[in-house]
C-alpha cells in the first residue's frame, strides 16, 4: 500500500484531482502536435478524429482517479501491464490490481474499466516511435500517473508483444527531473561495475534526449516473481553492501568533505524561514558534535518498501536516483524505517521521535558505535530535510512537503538535547 493510501480522505480526494490534471500533461508531453488525443479531460478534437489511433489506453482506475494507462489493443498486453507494473503493498490492493487483471484476460474490463483515451496523429512524432527507433524493437507502452512530488516524471512500462516487460523508461522533464534521470543513469552506469551481495539491480538500455527531455530505460527487474520474508538481519546487510560497494573512509564531521558539501546545500536554502532554522540546527550539532569520527560510503538515497522486492535469491532493488557516495554509513536504513513508519502512522512526526530513538539497533550491521547513532540519525534528518526544500516539495503539493508540520520540530527538539 503506497502512503497516499492511508492518508485521510480528503488528502486522498486532493491527491485524485492533481492526478487527473498530470494525466493532461503526461498526454501533452508524450504525444506533441500535431498528435491530439480524444477521451482525456480537456480534450476538444474539434472533429479531427479520423482513421485508427496511433495510441489507444484504458485509464485505471478511471478518468477520475487516474494511475495508470494500459495499452487496449491486447488483453495480453493489458493484463501484463497491470500485473507487471509493480506489486502492490497491501491484501486489498493486491486483490484489486487481481480483479483488474482478471477482468482485462477474459475481455470482461469494460465492467471495471470504462474510461479511455486515443492518441491521432503521425506516429513518428510519439515516445512510442521515438523508443523503437532507439531500441530497434517494437513495443507497448503503459503509464504510470503518480502522485504530486517535485520529482515526478513520466514512468514508462515497455511491453513485448508477448506479454514480457522488457524495460522501463524514465523521462526528466525540467531542471530536477532531468539532473535526477541524468544521476540514475550515472549510478546505474557505475553500479554495473561493483560488488553488492544479495542486491538486484536494473541494468541501463539506453539513455539519451527526446525533444529536450532526458531519457532512460532500463531493464525490468522481476517484481512479479514470488516474495520471501524479509528478516531484519538480511535487509541491514544488503543495505551494508551498497553502503560499501564503493568503497569507505573515516573522519571527523567537521572536517569531513560530507558536511562541506550538506553545509553547502544549507546555505542555499536560507532566504525561506524553514531552510533557515534548518541550517541553524546543523550549525548546533556540528558545534556540540564536530569531532565525532564518522565512516562515510554510499546509499541508494531512497530505499523504501515501495522500491524494493525481495525474492528468495536476490533483493530487487530499483529507483537510484538519489544514489550519493561519502555520506554517514547507515542513512539506508534510517531512511527505510523513517519511510515504514510514515506509510502506516498517520503522526509523521511520531514517525520521526520513533525512528531516532531505533537509531542504535538500525545502525549495528554499519558498526555504529551507540555514542555515534543518534548523531548519524539527526545528519540524516537534515539531510532529507534539505532534499525537501531544495526540491520545493511543499510547492509541488506532496503529502509531507511542509516540513514545519512534522520533521523539523523533532529535528529541533533532539539536537538542543544533544548531548
Not at 158 to 176: E, M
Not at 224 to 230: E, G, M, V
Not at 266 to 285: F, I, K, N
Not at 323 to 330: A, C, D, E, R
Request: aromatic content about 6%.
Amino acid at each position: 500500500m503506497s502512503p497516499v493510501a492511508t492518508a485521510p480522505a480528503h488528502l486522498r480526494a486532493r491527491d485524485a484531482q492533481l492526478r487527473a490534471a498530470y494525466l493532461r500533461e503526461v498526454l501533452d508531453l508524450l504525444y506533441p502536435p500535431p498528435c491530439f488525443t480524444d477521451g482525456a479531460p480537456g480534450d476538444d478534437t474539434d472533429g479531427r478524429v479520423a482513421g485508427a489511433p496511433v495510441a489507444d489506453y484504458l485509464v485505471v482506475p478511471d478518468l477520475k482517479r487516474p494511475r495508470l494507462l494500459v495499452p487496449a489493443r491486447s488483453k495480453r498486453i493489458a493484463a501484463a501491464a497491470v500485473r507487471r507494473y509493480a506489486e502492490p503493498q497491501g491484501r486489498i490492493a493486491r486483490l484489486k490490481r487481481d480483479a483488474v487483471v482478471t477482468a482485462l484476460r477474459s475481455g470482461a474490463s469494460a465492467l471495471l474499466l470504462r474510461d479511455r483515451v486515443r492518441v491521432y496523429g503521425p506516429a513518428a512524432e510519439t515516445i512510442d516511435g521515438y523508443l523503437q527507433r532507439v531500441l530497434g524493437a517494437q513495443v507497448a507502452l503503459s503509464i504510470h500517473i503518480g502522485p504530486a512530488r517535485a520529482n515526478r516524471k513520466p514512468v514508462l512500462q515497455l511491453i513485448a508483444r508477448d506479454g514480457r516487460t522488457v524495460g522501463f523508461g524514465k523521462l526528466g522533464t525540467g531542471p530536477l527531473t532531468r539532473r535526477l534521470v541524468r544521476a540514475e543513469t550515472a549510478a546505474l552506469n557505475a553500479l554495473a561495475h561493483a560488488v553488492v551481495d544479495d542486491v538486484t539491480i536494473p541494468a541501463v538500455l539506453h539513455s539519451g534526449e527526446w525533444r529536450g527531455n532526458q531519457v532512460l530505460v532500463q531493464s525490468a527487474l522481476p517484481v512479479w516473481q514470488p516474495r520471501a520474508p524479509l528478516a531484519a538481519e538480511r535487509l541491514g546487510a544488503a543495505m551494508r553492501a551498497v553502503a560499501l560497494c564503493c568503497g569507505t573512509s573515516k573522519g571527523w564531521l567537521s572536517t569531513s568533505p560530507y558536511w562541506t558539501e550538506l553545509r553547502e546545500r544549507l546555505s542555499a536554502l536560507t532566504d525561506r524561514p524553514e531552510g533557515a532554522a534548518l541550517a541553524a540546527a546543523a550549525r548546533d550539532l556540528a558545534a556540540r558534535a564536530g569531532d565525532t569520527d564518522l565512516r562515510y560510503g554510499a546509499w541508494h538515497g531512497d530505499w523504501a518498501p515501495w522500491n524494493m522486492a525481495p525474492l528468495a535469491g536476490s533483493l530487487l532493488v530499483w529507483d537510484w536516483e538519489r544514489f550519493t557516495l561519502g555520506v554517514p554509513l547507515g542513512f539506508d536504513a534510517l531512511h527505510y524505517e523513517l519511510q515504514r513508519r510514515i506509510q502506516t502512522d498517520p503522526d509523521a512526526a511520531a514517525a520521526v521521535e520513533r525512528t531516532v530513538t531505533r537509531a542504535p539497533v538500525l545502525l549495528a550491521p554499519f558498526e555504529v558505535p551507540r555514542a555515534g547513532a543518534e548523531l548519524t540519525a539527526l545528519l540524516y534528518l537534515i539531510d532529507l530535510a534539505a532534499r525537501y526544500l531544495a526540491d520545493r516539495q511543499a510547492e509541488a503539493g506532496a503529502r509531507l512537503g511542509v516540513l514545519g508540520t512534522w520533521l523539523l520540530p523533532v529535528l529541533v527538539r533532539r539536537v538542543e538535547a544533544f548531548r
